[in-house]
């Protein structure tokens, strides 16, 4: 089991590497844009693949957001509740998430199929083979189910679930 | 009873959604109430818009108002309307809808749906600050495009075409973060581009349809009389329709003046140039979609172009 | 239509209140209706569209950006910075340091085009200082989540440039109508904060600045002076696009902790670890609201309410008032971009044959969406706030409860004063 929570933990850090690489991936994009309209030329890519690093943005962090607290949820319940209680409904909200995110997940393998299968491109210069950047978003979908997952078994074993306030100590210089 | 839903991509004020209402207005007087659709316009169920073909199919929707171009992403063929040079004006758009129809209906069939009407947009033209009349007059000039075809053709131009959001569009003009902008009469008049370029040079180097279908187990699900009722509805509104885009266009072109903008014409040099680019996109067009030669040559034949 | 309403809303209160992640919710919510009442529908293929759809738009594109700059300037100690130098300015008056929430997010709104982005750029190098210095908490929250709404009031906006796109209005001209509404707002929420400090006392006291402490505090805010100078240079001399304006403020970012010598790469990286994780919380936001919307659009329900308004035949200022409880309700399901594209086609004509100013309706319908952002359960700015501080949406939403009490009572204004908006464009004309 802990092997398992272990290899969770590791491809969440990876997925969120990943996030950070796109955010300053499609940063620099734009600001290559900036520089080259000004010199009268323009990138057809720059807009598209920024719009896809986004998206990727969007998923693959979803999961290290789960770890660390950062997915907003509301506690008006939970916070009058003795902490036995809010433990057991914490576990059910999990176990719900797991159900909604699956539905999420098996929504976007049907698209990547379809897009692959198909052969969808992108109506653009670059005509991208559309099931690329949704199979990035498939894998960060796939990523929250799992971080959802080690959620509720660190949860019912009554182990350390999650990291609030991750990385605030390097913030501060 | 029978409920549909249709999905249009454009919003209230917009002609392709008026049509589409009018549409359904019409069907659910001529039938009754027995067939009752309701529009959704842009944004309204999240049904994209290059999506729509998809969503007929799998009846997310029973019938959609589509831009045929948008959905070129699964059917490249229908992407074949933005070549320049191929159709300029709505007596072109006629000949090439009877070319092109069995083409149409073939992919359409393909994709569990079928036709009811086709309505054109008016034809795409360049807002610049200076006017845009002979050859060389594009070289340079920084001008967002609104669509794949389009930025290819103007770099052909010598121009540098941007992309840029179409929410961008107006903003961009005004901060001269581009020098000019390609689009329709519409799209400009809405967007006031008069107020900070003087110029719009219709060059009418192509004209895209929107198409509305309705998925076939919807429509096969409706009694012989209803499909009758609802199939001459379009043929018989379809006139309408189209004259109501080149009204738009007309008025549209109107509003540019009445704001101060000139509308240019292109000279001889302009023309062959554009019909020199226009052919060189064909030939790359037809390496990647192999079938639409034979379908554009026959059409080129009956307009000799 | 109205069974479709109840069971939409018991569903989304269950899930709401059982603490499950508000995006989930929504998306669930979103799903289930959909299943239940459009059972033609096959839900997976339909929701992976919307998904997808949810994901890529452009307007979108300057958030995580936004969000990044602030982690970098809070990386680098400028939020620090920033704060003490102002302190000696503005330390003494009424109100003291609070006003750094209106005046940052007032600078802020002048170069992004959200409130989401304007509060957590602002919230990110503000809350942890007001908190250092002893400020009233709850004041600090409220007003930061008051003051962030500015974001959409005062250009670039991109609710703007939505009901530009759909109300075919100039966009431009909306942009110029909003600058007055947007300062005279800031301006209300100033002095609201002036008079609770004095009121209550709770305003940390500080010594009289000396003439250096005045001119070292100038030294300290001018990279960020500069920074918000410079992108708003590149937006108006035509550099940069509104969603490239964010881009370059990572870079500037960037430049100004190197040239402060704060420049660390664990640092940087650290920084859009923060960054990515807040960017995906608004997106699974984002993604729940666009299936709940779907749904919502469908199903016809803002259109038939729409409707059901303008079947009262209501004089002008009743009407006024109904849309605003109109907006301030749907405003606690839906986002404000999906409000906008709904409601619209109804609510314009409407408007527009009661006399009203279709560009005066644009910055009307901007404050219903702005105070549908400090609204919960679905209001991005208490969202925003919960996910820098930790605490609950409702204890969030009671400390911005006064600053949701001016935004209402500035909408009633603007309407009685339609000049507010309208005057500047008139006479720019
Ligand atoms: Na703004
Ligand atoms: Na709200």
Redesign the interface.
């Known amino acids: 089991m802990n092997r398992l929570l272990t290899l969770i933990d590791r491809l969440s850090r990876l997925a ?1 590497l990943a ?2 690489t796109l ?2 991936g ?3 994009l ?2 290559t ?2 520089v080259a ?2 010199q ?5 890519f ?3 693949y ?3 690093a ?2 990727a ?6 999961g ?3 770890r ?12 009058k509740l003795p902490a036995g209680v809010a433990r057991g ?2 576990v ?2 999990n176990l ?2 797991l159900i ?2 699956a ?2 997940v ?3 393998w ?2 990547v199929s ?1 897009s692959f299968d ?1 052969n ?6 670059s ?1 991208t083979p ?1 099931w690329i950047p ?1 199979a990035i ?1 498939l894998w960060g979908f796939a990523q929250l189910w799992l971080d959802l997952l080690a959620r509720s078994i660190r949860r019912i074993a009554n182990q350390q679930f999650e990291w ?2 991750a ?1 605030k100590e ?4 | 009873q029978t409920n549909w839903d249709l999905t249009t991509a454009w919003g209230a004020n917009n002609f392709h959604a008026q049509s589409a209402i009018a549409f359904a207005d019409a069907v659910r007087d001529a039938t009754d109430g027995a067939v009752d659709i309701t529009v959704h316009l842009s944004g309204e169920t999240g049904v994209k818009i290059t999506e729509k073909l998809a969503a007929v199919e799998n009846g997310i929707v029973q019938m959609a108002d589509m831009l045929l171009f948008l959905q070129a992403g699964e059917e490249p063929f229908l992407g074949v309307d933005t070549l320049p040079y191929l159709i300029q004006g709505q007596d072109e758009m006629k000949t090439w809808l009877e070319v092109a129809g069995p083409t149409y209906d073939a992919i359409f069939a393909r994709h569990n749906q079928k036709v009811l009407y086709y309505v054109p947009w008016p034809s795409p033209g360049v807002y610049t600050k200076e006017p845009v009349v002979s050859a060389d007059d594009m070289n340079g000039l920084r001008i967002r495009s609104f669509n794949a075809t389009s930025f290819t053709f103007l770099e052909k131009m010598g121009a540098a075409p941007v992309e840029l959001p179409f929410e961008e569009l107006a903003t961009a003009v005004a901060a001269g973060t581009v020098d000019g902008a390609a689009t329709s009469t519409s799209t400009g008049a809405n967007s006031k581009l008069y107020q900070f370029t003087g110029n719009f040079n219709p060059l009418n180097w192509s004209m895209s349809p929107d198409a509305v279908t309705v998925n076939l187990d919807a429509w096969n699900g409706l009694t012989d009389q209803e499909r009758e009722t609802i199939q001459s509805l379009a043929d018989e509104m379809e006139a309408d329709f189209w004259a109501a885009s080149a009204q738009e266009d007309a008025s549209k072109t109107a509003e540019l003046v009445e704001n101060g903008m000139v509308i240019s014409t292109a000279d001889e040099s302009l023309k062959a140039k554009m019909a020199q680019a226009g052919k060189a996109m064909w030939a790359a067009f037809f390496l990647d979609v192999p079938e639409a030669q034979a379908v554009v040559e026959a059409y080129a034949a009956k307009t000799g172009k | 239509m109205f069974e479709i309403a109840i069971v939409a809303c018991l569903l989304f209160v269950v899930l709401l209140a059982g603490s499950v992640w508000i995006g989930l919710s929504l998306f669930a919510t979103g799903y289930l209706m959909l299943s239940i009442f459009k059972p033609n529908i096959p839900m997976d293929i339909f929701s992976s569209g919307v998904i997808w759809g949810a994901m890529i738009p452009t307007p979108l594109l300057s958030l995580p950006l936004f969000i990044l700059m602030s982690e970098v300037l809070v990386s680098a100690g400028l939020g620090r910075s920033l704060f003490s130098g102002l302190a000696p300015w503005v330390g003494r008056l009424p109100g003291g340091l609070l006003h750094v929430n209106v005046v940052g997010s007032t600078l802020f709104a002048a170069v992004s085009g959200s409130s989401a982005a304007t509060t957590a750029i602002v919230g990110n190098v503000s809350l942890p200082e007001l908190e250092a210095r002893g400020y009233d908490r709850q004041l600090a929250m409220g007003s930061l989540a008051g003051a962030g709404t500015l974001g959409f009031l005062i250009p670039p906006s991109i609710i703007m440039i939505i009901y530009g796109v759909v109300a075919e209005q100039s966009i431009l001209e909306l942009f110029i109508a909003g600058v007055i509404p947007g300062l005279t707002l800031a301006a209300f929420y100033m002095i609201y904060i002036a008079v609770h400090q004095t009121l209550t006392g709770t305003q940390p006291h500080v010594e009289r600045p000396t003439r250096r402490e005045l001119l070292g505090g100038l030294r300290d805010i001018g990279p960020i002076a500069a920074l918000i100078g410079t992108i708003m240079g590149a937006l108006y001399l035509g550099f940069a696009s509104v969603s490239e304006l964010a881009a370059l403020g990572v870079l500037g970012a960037v430049l100004i902790s190197v040239a402060m010598g704060r420049f660390s790469v664990g640092a940087l990286i650290a920084a859009g670890r923060r960054a990515v994780r807040t960017s995906a919380m608004i997106g699974l936001i984002v993604v729940g609201a666009a299936l709940l919307n779907s749904a919502f659009g469908f199903l016809g329900i803002p259109k038939a309410i729409a409707g059901q308004i303008a079947s009262f035949g209501l004089s002008p200022m009743a009407l006024i008032v109904v849309l605003l409880v109109f907006y301030a309700v749907l405003g606690m399901f839906l986002d404000g971009t999906s409000i906008i594209v709904m409601t619209l086609p109804i609510t314009l004509p409407l408007i527009t044959a009661a006399g009203f100013d279709p560009i005066w309706f644009g910055i009307f319908v901007v404050v219903a969406v702005e105070i549908s952002q400090i609204t919960p359960p679905i209001g991005f700015n208490l969202f925003v706030i919960q996910s820098q501080t930790g605490e609950s949406i409702g204890t969030i939403a009671r400390a911005a409860l006064p600053f949701f009490g001016i935004l209402l009572g500035f909408a009633i204004l603007l309407a009685v004063f339609p000049d507010l908006a309208l005057w500047l464009p008139r006479t720019l004309q």
């Open positions: 969120e996030a950070v955010i300053f499609y940063c620099i734009m600001l844009e900036v309209r000004a009268a030329r323009s990138f057809s720059t807009w598209e920024s719009q896809y986004m998206a943005v969007f998923a693959l962090a979803s290290p957001a789960i660390t607290a950062v997915h907003v949820r509301i506690s008006l319940l939970t916070e409904m914490d059910v909200a719900v998430a909604i995110v539905a999420i098996n929504a976007m049907t698209k379809v198909r969808i491109l992108a109506t653009s210069v005509k559309l949704q978003i609030r306030g990385d390097q913030a501060d210089v």
